[in-house]
């Protein structure tokens, strides 16, 4: 395919329902939302961010810290996110969406790059790339927390003028397994033996137990390496199991009808 322009779409907002404010909780003193930020910086493929957060009063500091990082920022609906996210994406003209949520500061960038990867190289075999399961019966095998998607602008785009569904506005990406699955192409990523493991490591950040996890992670291993890995953080488990008897009783907000 021709170069396309990469863009990382960050869903970003203050008024968490479990978690209020999570994204600009701090550790080693910069927002979580930063962090996840400067860790997409270390992608081969990404032209450039932009944070889809809403135009809730309370967000005003979501576009205050994207203003001193000189970060794209776009306000929209709190309810409607995929309408967010489209034209968050159409105000800086991307043509390849990469949909990374605010709630995923651990971010390996090789994790993403490996998604893009698939799609890039495929193009058009596939619509839709992810390495979050699902498709097929395909089992998830990534951590939670290194939840990657990537499709066309121009497909969202469609997509968001046909469903009115409540769950598909809230969930950007999720018509594509729904009502479009035998329309669109879906691929799963194969995930490579270093980023597996049988304990499942939850490191997305949704309630205090999670924020704790991850505050141990990046503090553990920022003072070593800076751009620490996917690869790291599971090292640093294997060697520290009891850090995930912290949020492991947390339970994880699904969807209906994938299948």
Not at 26 to 54: C, F, H, N
Not at 164 to 175: I, M, Q, T
Request: glycine fraction near 4%; hydrophobic fraction near 35%; include cysteine.
């Amino acid at each position: 395919m021709n170069r396309k322009k990469i863009t990382a779409a960050i869903e970003a907002r203050m008024g968490s329902s479990r978690l209020p404010g999570k994204v600009l909780m701090e550790i080693d003193s910069k927002p979580v939302l930063q962090i996840l930020i400067e860790r997409l910086s270390g992608s081969k493929y990404i032209d450039e961010v932009i944070v889809a957060a809403t135009t809730n009063p309370s967000d005003d500091k979501i576009e205050e810290l994207c203003k001193n990082l000189n970060v794209n920022i776009y306000r929209g609906s709190e309810d409607d996110v995929l309408g967010r996210v489209v034209s968050a994406v159409e105000s800086v003209k991307g043509d390849l969406i990469v949909e990374i949520t605010g709630d995923c500061p651990l971010m390996d960038p090789e994790v993403a790059d490996a998604v893009i990867e698939e799609y890039v190289s495929n193009y058009p075999e596939y619509d839709y790339v992810t390495n979050i399961g699902y498709i097929k019966n395909a089992v998830r095998e990534i951590p939670l927390g290194m939840d990657v998607r990537v499709f066309s602008f121009k497909d969202l785009k469609q997509i968001s003028e046909l469903t009115d569904d409540k769950e598909d506005r809230e969930h950007v990406s999720l018509y594509f397994f729904r009502t479009g699955k035998d329309k669109y192409k879906l691929h799963n990523v194969a995930i490579p033996d270093k980023w597996k493991r049988d304990y499942k490591p939850r490191l997305c950040l949704d309630t205090s137990e999670d924020f704790e996890v991850i505050k141990i992670i990046h503090e553990s291993l920022v003072k070593e390496k800076s751009d620490f890995n996917l690869e790291d953080i599971l090292n640093f488990l294997d060697k520290n199991i009891h850090v995930l008897e912290i949020n492991s009783e947390v339970v994880q907000k699904t969807v209906t009808n994938l299948e």
